[in-house]
Structure formats: C-alpha cells, structure tokens
C-alpha cells in the first residue's frame, strides 16, 4: 500500500541514513552565526511542502545551512528562499511574497516544493552517495504527488535528479529550457544562490519569465 504524505515526511525527518549531513545540520543547529544567535534551529533533514494536488513540483538542490535548516521549511529564510516566493506570488502559485519563518502563512497555490537532498550539505555540496542515499524520498514523493505535469529544477542537480526520476538521459543544462518527458514538461533554471543572483548569472527578469513559461505549461496540460 502507498505510503501517505505525512508517514513519509515523519520518516525523512527521522533519517540519519547519512551519517557526514546528520551530524553537520546538528552541528549548524548548535554552533549557531553570530547573526541567528537569539533563534532556535530546526537542524533536521527537511520534508518537501505544498499543495498536495499540484501540478508544478520545484526541484531544488538541498536546504541552506542557515536557511532551511534553521527555520524548518525549505527555500525559508535566505536569499534563495526571497527569490523564489516573490516570483512564485507574482505568478499566482503563493499566497504571499515572502518566505521568511515556517508559521508566516506562506501557501502555496497549485505548486509543491522539494529537492533532490533534504539535509543541508557542507558547502552545499552533497556527495554522490548522499543524493543516492536521498533519492528514493523524491521517487515516493513524486508517486503520492500524482497530479503533476510540470517539473521546474532549479540548478543542474534539480535537473540531473528529475532526469533520474523520470528515467530520462539528462539533455545539457541550460537556464529556461523545456524538455518533454513522458507527458511532463520539464523546465531547467539556474538556482537562485546568492552567487548567480549577485553575480548576475540569473537576472530577475530571466528568473521571474521562468514561472511565466511554468504558468503556460501547467494551464496547457
Ligand atoms: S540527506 Fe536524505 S538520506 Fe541523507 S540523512 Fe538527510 S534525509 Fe536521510
């Protein structure tokens, strides 16, 4: 019998299959920047969040050290989460523009949001083993999401994951592409790290046209 969300997310919370990212998220928590000092870190692997009916998946990399891993949500908290609730309001898949603490009331409308690692590797970096170790909480969350119709994978990682879920030999990476694989459209972006959003590698406007192309996709399945 298929596994319930909730059962699956009470499982990635309790994981420890990864002995290198279990102790560095309870190191993080501990050992907290000067920064967050005052705050309580969640450091603990991180289930996906959403509308359980979606059909947009957002595939991202693995939870921020001080981001996801401190508030408890992924995407919440840091600058990568500020960039992907603002375009996901604009674009009518979020409820507000902010994405800053877990009880802030942040819905998401129609999109669920995940990624290929669900602890916050050291340099965001996880090993080939650690995604290996993770990949079958995607597989499950993928069955249990049976409405989706559109896979937005944000970073080459996202990308090359999707490609593993849905059996597919990844294409080259590239920001903004469309892929189609077995009936689901597949749209590749550059992550929204500091590093590319600073560095002006993703540009707003790059970034916001890829939810516009995600709109389309979604209303035309
Ligand atoms: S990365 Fe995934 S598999 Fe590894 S410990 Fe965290 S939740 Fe478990």
Redesign the pocket.
């Known amino acids: 019998m298929q596994k319930s969300l909730t059962k699956l997310n009470k499982e990635?919370k309790d994981?420890?299959?990864?002995t290198r990212?279990?102790r560095y998220i309870r190191e993080v928590a501990k050992n907290k920047v000067r920064r967050y000092k005052d705050q309580p870190y969640y450091g603990r692997?991180l289930s996906g969040f959403g509308d359980v009916n979606a059909r947009l998946l957002i595939v991202g990399l693995a939870p921020a050290a001080h981001g996801g891993n401190r508030t408890g949500r992924m995407f919440t908290g840091d600058s990568s989460g500020d960039w992907l609730a603002k375009a996901m309001h604009r674009h009518g898949f979020a409820s507000i523009p902010t994405s800053e603490k877990a009880d802030d009331g942040l819905i998401l409308y129609d999109a669920y949001i995940t990624a290929a690692?669900?602890?916050a590797p050291p340099q965001n970096k996880?090993t080939r083993q650690?995604m290996e170790?993770?990949f079958d909480?995607l597989a499950q969350e993928f069955k249990i999401l049976k409405n989706i119709k559109v896979v937005l994978c944000l970073g080459k990682i996202g990308y090359d994951t999707t490609c593993k879920l849905l059996q597919e030999k990844p294409g080259k990476f590239g920001h903004n592409k469309v892929f189609d694989v077995n009936g689901i459209s597949i749209i590749t972006s550059y992550h929204p790290s500091k590093q590319n959003t600073q560095t002006g590698r993703l540009t707003w406007r790059q970034w916001s046209d890829v939810f516009k192309k995600a709109k389309r996709l979604v209303n035309k399945r």
């Open positions: 990635i994981c420890t299959k990864c990212l279990a692997p690692v669900r602890c996880p650690e170790n993770c909480y």
